[in-house]
């Protein structure tokens, strides 16, 4: 069920490209006669073009496609909600992603010509057009890219011959309605022609749709939630909102219809949640980005990223993607009630639990599917995050904060010791590493030895589009329609999986949280964030916090304690669209700057 992208091959042919289409050095194109000759060659051209495609995965830090993560600060979940070190996008990140996308798509260009020209080998010539859908599949997603960053971009469709003198080579940009347009067309004729199954590495025509399903839904909220600026070059018209919704049910359905896709269950909710992403060879996994493959030699380091504190990770590097206590909260429990911790009673005093752990009792599966807890294992560890001990002292309650990670508490001398005692004043996950009270799960790789977790050596695959996306897109569009029972049935089947109730009723914001849970920490809350134009309102007043927990000696159990962390965001509302790269401006002085640049 699952379609693989091949992160590295050794390829019998390398073909050069120029930065930009716009640069005079342009590489030569190709002629049919020296490349386009053999079944064998064709393949080998669409493997390199998939190995190019803008899939924001692990690397995809700092807004460029393939960068460190630093010190754990530069991911997209870092600019919402979803992970403490909380940081604000600032309108210029995405920048060196225009170059990237417009060389692939002179590339895909190239293809689309040699297959328009009917110089395909004899054995193909009754593959065309669903050579044809790959092709425009691949330039789609490389304009929708282009789209959800900058907005209306030059659209491109043929090749650019390098010998015309440079002012003839200058395109200002189309409307971004235009983009949108043509991202549709390109899809729905992908999804409409595609093979039904593809080999190893390849698209088919059911991720052609998944990605209609995405791109179409977001170009509807552009259009309801945006407002149209320069003329058209930035936001739709809300006019189009309802075909664009239209496009993404027709998207989705056509997936959901096929039958060939479904939810990963197992009798544990949680483990299954969590084995859904180290191991994707399942059938919730439409398109997935491989990188354990003999060839393969750099691929990401998430592994490194987020071992938990008491796991001696290399480079000294580890807990560096943790998330908020309100990332915890948006997780409801199994009751179906919201998912405030209960930290303290009606008068304000701590509500003291028997053990640590208690404090997340009834919470949604996911949450365990995608985060460690206290007194959970990981890599045959137990993780045991205690910060210190509390006590009363003439009434007034005393929280004491250990130094360092293993320590007892000494109650004659009110102080931590490294001599065991009846108490222990600290757990093992007590270090600068411990960032928020709760570490990261989700996609570690549970076989990988952690002195194996090394900078660029991790092998674990991306999940690029799932099931569960196509089933919220659905929810989505349909409840935007106002089409109320099938909005319900959809956003249901992604929570039964998770072993939650079923919602009676939706609202947006429900909407909003079922897309948080479900996929925190998959490069998508940004987006939706972005599209349903809700960083400033959600995130202008966001104050990120962590929780602390403390063993309550008086009352032999457990308290916590919720802390502030980081600043406050400062978005702006032209932070929904990338500036335009000022190298580009000076190329094409007939590129318009976003508003607010």
């Not at 019998?12 to 020296?34: K, Y």
């Not at 600060?73 to 996308?101: D, H, I, M, P």
């Not at 960053?149 to 015309?164: K, R």
């Not at 004729?189 to 080999?199: C, L, V």
Request: proline share 5%.
């Amino acid at each position: 069920m699952r379609n693989f992208l091949i992160l590295c091959l050794s390829l019998s042919f390398m073909m050069t490209s120029c930065s930009d289409f716009l640069d005079r050095e342009q590489a030569n194109s190709m002629s049919p006669d020296d490349v386009f000759n053999s079944p064998d060659a064709i393949e080998a051209y669409f493997i390199s073009l998939y190995k190019d495609l803008p899939i924001e995965s692990f690397n995809f830090c700092q807004g460029h496609l393939t960068n460190f993560p630093g010190h754990g600060n530069r991911y997209l979940a870092n600019w919402t909600q979803e992970a403490v070190w909380s940081t604000t996008y600032g309108g210029g990140e995405f920048n060196s992603n225009w170059n990237k996308c417009y060389t692939n798509i002179r590339r895909i260009t190239e293809m689309i010509k040699i297959l328009e020209s009917g110089a395909l080998p004899d054995k193909l010539k009754d593959s065309y057009d669903a050579l044809m859908g790959e092709a425009l599949f691949l330039r789609a997603y490389n304009y929708f890219t282009l789209a959800k960053m900058f907005g209306g971009v030059p659209l491109i469709t043929e090749l650019l011959d390098p010998t015309t003198p440079l002012e003839e080579l200058m395109m200002p940009r189309d409307t971004e309605l235009a983009v949108w347009n043509l991202i549709a067309e390109d899809l729905e004729f992908a999804a409409a022609n595609m093979p039904e199954e593809s080999i190893y590495g390849r698209a088919n025509k059911y991720v052609a749709a998944a990605l209609l399903s995405r791109s179409m839904i977001f170009a509807a909220s552009v259009a309801q939630y945006g407002q149209v600026q320069l003329d058209g070059i930035v936001g739709v018209p809300i006019s189009e909102a309802e075909r664009f919704y239209k496009l993404s049910i027709k998207g989705a359905e056509q997936v959901i219809n096929s039958g060939k896709y479904g939810l990963m269950t197992g009798p544990d909710p949680a483990q299954a949640f969590y084995e859904l992403f180290v191991y994707p060879d399942n059938q919730e996994s439409i398109f997935v980005k491989g990188y354990d493959f003999p060839a393969t030699r750099r691929t990401h380091s998430h592994d490194l990223m987020i071992l938990p504190a008491p796991i001696n990770a290399p480079l000294n590097y580890g807990g560096r993607l943790s998330p908020t206590l309100q990332m915890v909260e948006a997780f409801g429990y199994t009751d179906g009630s919201s998912g405030e911790l209960k930290i303290y009673d009606e008068t304000g005093a701590p509500i003291v639990y028997e053990n640590p752990e208690d404090i997340f009792n009834g919470k949604d599966p996911r949450m365990f599917g995608s985060f460690i807890t206290t007194n959970s294992m990981a890599k045959g560890t137990q993780i045991v995050i205690q910060d210190g001990v509390a006590y009363r002292e003439n009434g007034n309650l005393k929280m004491l904060v250990g130094r360092d990670p293993n320590l007892y508490f000494d109650v004659e001398t009110k102080d931590f010791v490294e001599t065991k005692t009846d108490i222990l004043g600290t757990g093992n996950a007590l270090d600068r590493r411990n960032l928020s009270g709760v570490f990261a799960k989700k996609y570690m790789d549970p076989e990988r030895p952690a002195a194996l977790c090394l900078d660029w050596r991790s092998q674990t695959h991306w999940i690029d589009i799932r099931y569960a996306e196509i089933l919220l897109n659905h929810a989505e569009a349909n409840f935007q329609l106002g089409n109320n029972d099938k909005a319900l049935s959809s956003i249901n089947q992604v929570r039964a999986r998770a072993g939650m109730p079923a919602h009676e009723f939706l609202n947006f914001d429900k909407i909003k949280n079922e897309w948080l849970v479900e996929f925190v920490y998959e490069n998508k809350y940004f987006w939706n964030l972005r599209r349903w134009r809700s960083l400033v309102p959600d995130l202008n007043t966001f104050q990120a916090q962590r929780i602390r927990y403390f063993y309550d000696i008086d009352n032999d159990g457990y308290i916590y304690k919720v802390e502030n962390r980081d600043g406050m965001k400062n978005y702006q509302d032209r932070h929904y669209y990338n500036t335009i790269p000022g190298d580009q401006i000076q190329v094409n002085p007939l590129l318009v700057q976003n508003p607010g640049y």
